[in-house]
């Protein structure tokens, strides 16, 4: 099984995918110090299955993932393939039915590896095994990393002893016998486990006899405790059923009291009844007097009251025709302020631009229009009053003489004050001017806001345009570098063929090569055609030439009997070469097989390399041809040149669009930078128009509240004033003037009265437009439109509701003239039916006094036939309550009784019917003389034994035989565990046996090998390994000692630098001729060597190739070694952080040397 080649993609600097042919002989990797050489190992190592990312050094096993540089993104997702040659079948099952086996690892960020072996995937450890069982893998001795040599010469002893168990190959063995190790510590472990859990066993055991013997005694005295509380439970419910015959006793008696108590009530009861019946006519009668009585009280009542009403209604009615007036006035008053409400709400609709306010404003207001609905009501009641001021006129006239100076003192003060309040109101009025200045305010804020809104929406879009143009340059830049890395991939590659031609090429020829151009496809045709003749001169120069020859005609359809191409047809070349050319055809495999016989000097070949000659000469295409390989390279130049020509087009191309895009996202990232430096200031200039805004508003509102104050405040001195000169204008007028002056007096008071309640309204109806206006101030400019409709919609129904009750008021009018009329005629009527009722009064009080007298003396029979029955009532009550009480007594004892047969069912288990007879059989001859007295001490005595007993484990018998079980489980298995540590020990011995065998094998091997190597790397001397004794077999450490040719035998440790590392290299050469791997990769293991050591080194590795299959993959900067390889990759890094790799097969670059 051996490796042919490793694919690496996005594996730590290889960003792109990188293919490296595993051929036989030297295969050596150079470059720069950090060009991602040594990755190249570390990439071998990971997909055999290394687990150590710091192995591979990382700190986590992401990191071995490309992570980006300044022009190529990071990737996710890493994968190295291997791919292997199984003709020989030794790989292990089930992969050994295929020819070629292809293993890959690939991890994916913040995910982890997965394995796949011919795209299946399978475990690590299947890997792993695969490697090893090759005497490969990423921890094989054959993969020698940077400072392994240093790593290995200061290392001690026992370190140096794994180089000999891995060619010993007893690295499982010692896997083997540390986990056997572990079972046996852990064998032992449960040993001294299970012996400490039979002792603590034993215990357990010896304490539940005891217990056992002790929960025995416990329950003799339980049972011994049952039977006596048995006892007294029985002695005490037949105490208690004796106890229950006397409250039944006591029970019945008082039954029987109840029954003769309740005999004499209903004696008692049925006198007061026929006592009763005698008094309802008397009631009767009394009822018919007193109704007649009340009759005429009502009808007096009535009639004075119809008087009083006919006077009230009279007056109420000129009242209410001077209230109508008024009522009209008023209303037209308001039809007129509604129809100006109604045009100013038009004229704000019309020039509506943005109304808001605050909330608190909104809140304030409303407390206004409280307050106003507060005094509205407060002047209505008022206005109720003065329409029963009449009663009060009287009162208020006696005081007349007495107030009248106070009075007129008074209304000069309030008509002073009404005056200064109506000034104060007017100047708060003529400075409230600020409405169109809040509104221009508001015109700006909006300007201002849509400044904003503008500057944000431009932002938002010069950000998208650059976010199109970063991805738009994002993808440009990615395309620019795919065909820039494409350009010097070809332009390496190009470089590497022009070295070979040049190479190739003697100075001053001129090879028919460099002049023939074919066709591509058909090289193989063409160098099996002309074979190394095409390395001749054109022209007269030199011994090998071409001069030239006369054309012929060939009929090449007699010839050749099916499809064929003339050479000369599908190649380009000078005309000294065009007969050879002509002579020559190109067919198919079965034409070629079918073809027997050509004319002289004709041939044909196949695409794929065969000849047939004239003479009968034929080559296969097994045959090597020199030339094929210089015309695919001529070929290969002329693509790779024209190619390069349309690349340099695109990458031209490619560099104008990337400027462009770059130069547009530049610009869009300045005109989003200056659009963003605007925004500060245009949000300042907003931020201060809502500042002045709300300024000028809450000024406003200061100023309407002041407003607001002023008229509540005249409104309070209105009434004030009205209320003074009412108080005036009654005592203006003379005690015998009072009466008939009153209903104008009362008239004026609810004029006065209803011009307050006006006042107050207007002041409503102020506060609540006011209101109304600040809350469509509040809302948004759409809904404060609506709003101003909806208002406008209410003063346009205000105002047909005042006209409405101004047609009210006038058919009111005509109805209260038409009553006035009428309400004249009326006194006369009433005081003649007054006279005619107080004619009937004597009658109906002389029979009122007889039905009183008849009443009280029946009355008085009564209250002595109720005194009877209350005596009967309460002697009855008394055995009631006795009754009660035995009844009491009775339910007490038997709920005492059933409440003692539960706890005897709950304490005994047993049914309370049953209990006699279980005692006596629990007490058997003791019974009969048992007293309650006896079975108390008995039980006390037994109780104290039961408490002197402790705590007592009533299930010891069931635990002790539980435990007994466990014991005697636990003594199987711990001789099972006896059995299995001797099996353990005799493994381990055995391991020990076999290891120490194999190691002692591999030791006499790698020992032979070191001597040998020694002796020819150094030409001469000598050398050899020593292990030091140990008690473990596989243990001890292995010495190496060296004497150079013309020093002493003495340890490596004490060598000079240079013989270390040769010592060293010898060592692990050594190792690796003990069991050869496939593949060995040495990474810069001559850097500590000087070139004479260095040549050693290499002739040191032509042995191993040589000696062994191994394929050596060797990584170094020495010239020496570099001329020593057989083919070369080079890994560079064109692009800074990305590795490419060039590759260039020495052996065949001498071949065509040699050739030319």
Request: proline share 2%; charged share 30%.
């Amino acid at each position: 099984m051996k490796i042919t080649d490793v694919k690496i993609t996005g594996f730590k600097s290889f960003v792109d995918s990188v293919t490296l042919p595993i051929e036989s002989g030297l295969t050596g990797i150079v470059g720069p110090n950090g060009c991602g050489k040594s990755n190249v190992l570390e990439a071998l190592r990971w997909v055999m299955g290394a687990t150590s990312a710091k192995a591979l050094r990382g700190g986590e096993m992401d990191d071995i993932i490309f992570s980006g540089t300044d022009t190529r993104p990071s990737r996710d997702i890493a994968e190295v393939i291997v791919r292997l040659d199984n003709q020989d079948r030794s790989a292990p099952e089930p992969f050994n039915s295929a020819p070629n086996i292809e293993i890959s690892r690939r991890i994916r960020r913040g995910i982890g590896s997965v394995f796949r072996i011919n795209g299946k995937e399978v475990r690590a450890r299947d890997v792993q095994l695969i490697f090893a069982d090759a005497s490969s893998g990423a921890n094989s001795p054959a993969l020698v990393r940077q400072g392994q040599i240093a790593e290995l010469i200061n290392a001690k002893p026992e370190n140096r002893r794994r180089l000999l168990e891995e060619a010993a190959g007893i690295a499982g063995l010692q896997a083997r016998r540390h986990e056997a190790q572990n079972k046996l510590a852990a064998t032992e472990n449960n040993l001294e486990r299970v012996a400490e859990i039979l002792v603590h066993l034993g215990e357990q055991i010896s304490s539940l006899k005891k217990q056992a013997q002790k929960a025995n005694k416990y329950r003799g005295l339980a049972a011994y405790i049952r039977a006596h509380e048995m006892f007294i439970a029985l002695d005490r419910m037949l105490a208690m059923q004796k106890s229950l015959g006397d409250v039944r006793q006591d029970y019945d008696s008082a039954n029987q009291m109840v029954g003769e108590f309740t005999i004499a009530l209903n004696k008692s009861v049925r006198e007061l009844e026929n006592i009763e019946k005698l008094i309802g006519d008397a009631r009767q009668e009394q009822a018919i007097a007193d109704a007649n009585l009340r009759r005429w009280e009502a009808k007096s009542i009535e009639i004075e009251r119809d008087l009083k009403e006919m006077s009230e209604k009279s007056q109420s009615a000129i009242a209410n025709l001077r209230r109508i007036e008024s009522d009209q006035t008023r209303e037209q008053e308001l039809l007129a302020d509604a129809q100006l409400n109604f045009d100013k709400c038009e004229l704000e609709l019309a020039g509506l631009s943005d109304n808001s306010s605050l909330d608190a404003e909104i809140l304030a207001l409303a407390e206004i229009a409280k307050s106003a609905n507060i005094e509205v009501s407060e002047a209505e009641t008022e206005l109720s009053k003065a329409i029963n001021h009449k009663a009060e006129i009287e009162a208020e006239y006696r005081n007349y003489l007495r107030t009248k100076e106070r009075l007129l003192a008074e209304i000069a003060n309030k008509d002073a004050q009404h005056k200064q309040a109506l000034q104060n109101l007017a100047a708060k009025e003529s400075q409230n001017n600020q409405k169109a200045e809040i509104e221009t305010l508001r015109l700006e804020l909006a300007k201002h806001e849509q400044n904003f809104i503008d500057a944000n929406s431009e932002l938002e879009r010069f950000g998208q345009f650059t976010n199109e143009k970063e991805i738009t340059h994002s993808e440009l830049a990615q395309n620019h570098d795919a065909l820039n890395n494409k350009n010097n991939r070809l332009k390496s590659e190009l470089q590497g063929l022009n070295a070979l031609i040049a190479n190739a090429q003697k100075l001053g020829a001129n090879p028919a090569l460099n002049s023939v151009q074919v066709k591509s496809g058909f090289e193989k045709a063409l160098a099996a055609a002309i074979g190394e003749d095409i390395e001749a001169n054109i022209g007269d120069v030199g011994d090998n030439k071409w001069v030239g020859a006369s054309d012929i005609a060939i009929d090449w359809a007699r010839e050749i009997k099916g499809e064929l191409t003339v050479l000369a047809d599908v190649v380009s070349a000078p005309i000294e070469l065009l007969p050879r050319l002509k002579s020559i055809a190109i067919v198919s495999d079965a034409v070629f097989e079918n073809t027997q016989a050509l004319s002289i000097g004709l041939r044909i070949v196949t695409l794929r390399g065969d000849l047939r000659r004239w003479d009968g000469h034929i080559k296969t295409r097994a045959a090597l041809h020199p030339a094929q390989v210089k015309l695919e390279q001529l070929n290969r130049k002329q693509a790779i040149t024209g190619e390069l020509d349309g690349l340099q087009i695109q990458l031209a191309q490619s560099s104008v669009a990337l400027a462009q895009a770059k130069s547009e996202l530049q610009s869009h990232k300045n005109d989003s930078a200056a659009a963003r430096a605007k925004l500060p200031q245009i949000l300042q200039e907003l931020n201060k128009a809502r500042e002045k805004l709300s300024q000028q508003i809450a000024k406003n509102k200061q100023c309407d509240d002041e407003i607001i104050a002023a008229r509540s405040r005249l409104i309070s001195l209105e009434q004030d004033l009205v209320q003074a000169k009412t108080n005036h204008d009654e005592f203006q007028s003379s005690e015998t003037e009072f009466d008939e002056a009153s209903i104008s007096i009362a008239d004026d008071k609810a004029q006065a009265a209803l011009q307050i309640a006006n006042i107050a309204r207007d002041a409503l109806s102020i506060a609540k437009s006011n209101l109304q206006s600040r809350q469509i101030n509040a809302q948004a400019r759409k809904e404060a439109s609506a709003n101003l409709l909806t208002q406008k919609q209410g003063w346009q129904s205000r105002m047909a509701n005042a006209q409405n009750r101004l047609d009210a008021l006038s058919k009111d009018e005509a109805l209260h003239k038409k009553l006035v009329a009428e309400l004249a005629a009326k006194p006369q009527e009433i005081e003649a039916r007054k006279q005619a009722t107080l004619n009937e009064l004597p009658v109906i009080e002389v029979r009122k006094r007889k039905a009183d007298d008849e009443i009280a003396a029946i009355e008085s029979k009564i209250r002595i036939a109720a005194a009877d029955v209350k005596s009967n009532e309460q002697q009855l009550n008394h055995a009631s309550e006795a009754v009660n009480t035995a009844d009491f007594m009775l339910k007490t004892w038997l709920d005492r009784i059933e409440e003692h047969k539960t706890n005897i069912a709950n304490n005994f288990f047993i049914e309370p019917e049953v209990l006699e007879a279980q005692t006596k059989e629990a007490l058997a001859n003791q019974f009969a003389s048992m007293t309650h007295e006896l079975a108390q001490k008995r039980l006390s005595k037994a109780l104290q034994e039961r408490e002197e007993l402790g705590g007592v484990n009533l299930t010891a018998d069931d635990e002790l035989v539980e435990i007994t079980a466990r014991t005697e489980n636990l003594e199987l298995e711990r001789n099972e565990l006896l059995g299995a540590l001797a099996k353990l020990r005799k493994a381990i011995d055995e391991i020990n046996a076999e290891g120490h065998e194999k190691l002692l094998a591999a030791f006499e091997v790698v020992n032979a090998h070191f001597t040998q190597l020694f002796t020819s790397l150094f030409d001469g001397g000598a050398a050899h390994l020593s292990l030091s004794e140990t008690d473990d077999p596989l243990g001890g450490g292995l010495e190496v000692y060296a004497c150079p040719p013309g020093k002493r035998l003495q340890n490596m440790n004490l060598l000079s630098g240079g013989e270390q590392a040769l010592t060293a290299c010898a060592l692990i050469f050594a190792v690796f001729l003990s069991n050869p791997a496939p593949i060995s990769v040495l990474d810069e293991i001559d850097a500590p060597l000087d070139d004479a050591n260095v040549d050693r080194f290499c002739r040191l590795l032509q042995e191993m190739v040589k000696r062994t299959d191994t394929k050596f993959v060797v990584i170094t900067h020495h010239p020496i070694t570099m001329a020593k390889m057989d083919r070369l990759f080079g890994v560079t890094m064109a692009e800074r952080g990305v590795s490419q790799v060039v590759a260039v097969d020495l052996a065949k670059a001498e071949a065509m040397i040699e050739a030319a």
